[in-house]
């Protein structure tokens, strides 16, 4: 009897955790700030409401206090300094700023619910002992003040860049780390990734008038502001005293804002989309290159919105500041006076981050290559659309190949600041991941890869999907299986070469024997070239997918065939057709697989 009142309860037990396995915890920050350009100090007020949606009580947090790693000695100074091919931009430059020029973050005072709590900096990391826990499924309020000094731009924030921008206000308030099923994620800042809490942001910023600001959110007082924003035919009077920005987004994991008393605003409507903003300085080099930008952007947009999911903000703004491009919540801050090529596409790539982390907040300190690698796959195919251009990821597979020549490749599995050069880590995240896809789309089809996409998009919004959660997207979507995909091109350095070993006329039939040179398997589109002109694919899954994928080519013959078990390191099968019928034969065609070494790919009799 008691064994059968037991089941129910442990039934029930294992319902309620399988719901409340993937909760999510969220914040409300309340931001009263002030920048002083003379002295480039920012105070403030925060207030934070923290949701702790989880099963959990919580004895402590932490927050982010990014600014600190620009000082003599910081983590981020020393790993740049022992790097064997440190990144250009920072090198040994942290080392050398003076006191005027370094960043910190100050917090002057935290209170819980009222209460003085008990905190102590390491670094970019503030540990704050509660005087009251945080119960499950429960709410508290953090009340705090801080002031920060904006570094020197040297890394993404920062002030008097290189092209002259005034301030890259990114990272720059005391920033709670999260929380989630794999606990707390308070990672030094070293100069790469960022993860977040998903929230709503109210800031309000007091500046000097002659400043123009952009950033993340909308902009709720346009017409007292100016500066582009009002509404056409109301006039704003000029200002004397400082101006109060406020701004609000909702449904973020951060907030950035740039400002420069010399930017220009712009502004252009993507149809059935959102509105955007264009802000950078006049000149020469600026000019024509940033009026002629909002079509393409309008385009990409346009793209991205059919192809991958509807974005679902009403403005996003493309903002000249920082040291090259970096991607934030309804914005992104990129460089502004090079090539019209290159301003394309560093903006196409920045906008698609707000699909692929923007609203995908997966996070890419531990998974860099979705949100670098995705986002590399969609602007790549955006631009190939918008410029004619075949081969879209070429210059990714081209990054791969040189990787593995040299011997420098390492598993994608590890967090972002720890691979052992940038070289690394620069292929794994963009080029490995962007290859991934175009894998995945070799693996399963193109017509089932896109419609997973935007099925993988319109599921995860607004959370913070992890790899696994992709791939069953994606299994449900093409009923194969496919963790096996990501088992060896995430968690091994394995390598993907196929040859064709030979073919024997055997009684008016052709006998064709494969082989898988690598360790790692694949399924194999193999075309057959006929002397008559004709031409018929071979497809031979891969045993570990259980099936296989659609003709995605209805104009040539498909021939499926028998699985390849993955333990066979060869495979054999026959053409109904002599040797001599046939003109040539090709394994993978389309050149999606990344075959190390594409020289027995293809063979002639």
């Known amino acids: 009897m008691k064994r059968l009142l037991l089941l129910p309860l442990l039934a029930l037990t294992c319902s309620l955790y399988a719901q409340d396995y993937r909760w999510q915890q969220r914040v409300e920050y309340k931001m009263n700030v002030a920048l002083d350009v003379k002295t480039h100090k920012v105070t403030g007020d925060q207030e934070l409401v923290y949701h702790n949606n989880s099963n959990d009580t919580l004895t402590k947090v932490y927050y982010h206090l990014y600014f600190n790693a620009f000082q003599p000695g910081s983590m981020m100074d020393v790993r740049s300094r022992n790097l064997p091919d440190p990144d250009r931009r920072v090198m040994d430059r942290i080392s050398k700023l003076n006191k005027d020029e370094i960043g910190y973050q100050h917090v002057l005072s935290l209170k819980q619910d009222g209460q003085d709590t008990k905190y102590q900096v390491d670094g970019t990391i503030l540990t704050v002992y509660l005087p009251k826990p945080i119960m499950p499924h429960t709410k508290t309020v953090f009340n705090m003040k801080f002031e920060a000094q904006v570094p020197i731009q040297i890394r993404r924030s920062g002030r008097d860049s290189k092209e002259g921008i005034a301030y890259s206000m990114t990272q720059w308030y005391p920033k709670l780390a999260e929380y989630d099923f794999q606990g707390w994620h308070p990672d030094q800042y070293i100069a790469r990734e960022f993860h977040g809490v998903w929230g709503d942001y109210d800031v309000t910023i007091n500046i000097d008038p002659k400043f123009t600001i952009g950033g993340s959110g909308i902009l709720q007082n346009p017409n007292e502001i100016g500066h582009g924003y009002e509404d056409e035919g109301v006039k704003i009077k000029k200002q004397k005293e400082n101006l109060n920005w406020h701004f609000v987004a909702k449904d973020v994991h951060d907030f950035a804002w740039a400002a420069d008393p010399e930017y220009t605003h712009t502004r252009a409507q993507v149809p059935d989309g959102p509105e955007l903003h264009f802000f950078y300085q006049p000149g020469e080099k600026t000019n024509e290159n940033w009026t002629k930008l909002k079509e393409y952007a309008v385009k990409h947009f346009q793209f991205m919105n059919e192809t991958f999911g509807k974005y679902p903000y009403s403005v996003y703004s493309i903002i000249q500041g920082g040291d090259g491009g970096m991607e934030y919540p309804m914005c992104t801050l990129i460089l502004g006076e090079g090539s019209f090529a290159g301003l394309v596409g560093v903006s196409a790539h920045e906008a698609s981050h707000a699909w692929f982390q923007g609203v995908l907040g997966t996070n890419e300190s531990l998974y860099p290559w979705i949100d670098e690698g995705y986002t590399d796959f969609s602007s790549n195919e955006s631009l190939a659309r918008m410029f004619n251009e075949e081969n879209a990821h070429q210059d990714s597979y081209n990054s791969y190949f040189k990787l593995v020549a040299r011997g420098l490749q390492e598993p994608l599995s590890q967090h972002a600041d720890h691979y052992s050069t940038n070289t690394a880590y620069g292929t794994a995240a963009y080029s490995m991941g962007a290859m991934f896809l175009n894998q995945m789309k070799y693996i399963i089809g193109k017509e089932t890869f896109y419609q997973g996409m935007r099925r993988y998009f319109n599921t995860w919004k607004f959370r913070h999907p992890e790899p696994n959660d992709f791939l069953r997207v994606m299994e449900k979507e093409s009923g194969l299986q496919l963790h096996w995909y990501y088992r060896y091109w995430i968690l091994t ?80 099968f026959s053409i109904d057709k002599p040797v001599p019928q046939i003109e040539s034969m090709e394994i993978d065609p389309s050149q999606r697989m990344a075959d190390i070494d594409r020289s027995n790919n293809t063979l002639k009799p």
Not at 531 to 542: A, H, L, N, R, T
């Open 493 to 572: 350095t394995k390598h993907i070469d196929y040859g064709i070993t030979g073919i024997v006329d055997n009684q008016g039939k052709t006998e064709v024997t494969l082989k898988r040179v690598g360790e790692f398997p694949m399924p194999i589109d193999l075309l057959v070239t006929y002397k008559d002109g004709s031409k018929e694919v071979f497809y031979i899954p891969m045993s570990e997918m259980l099936g296989g994928k659609e003709q995605e080519d209805k104009s040539v013959k498909w021939t499926p065939l028998d699985m390849w078990n993955w333990v066979n390191p060869t495979y054999s």
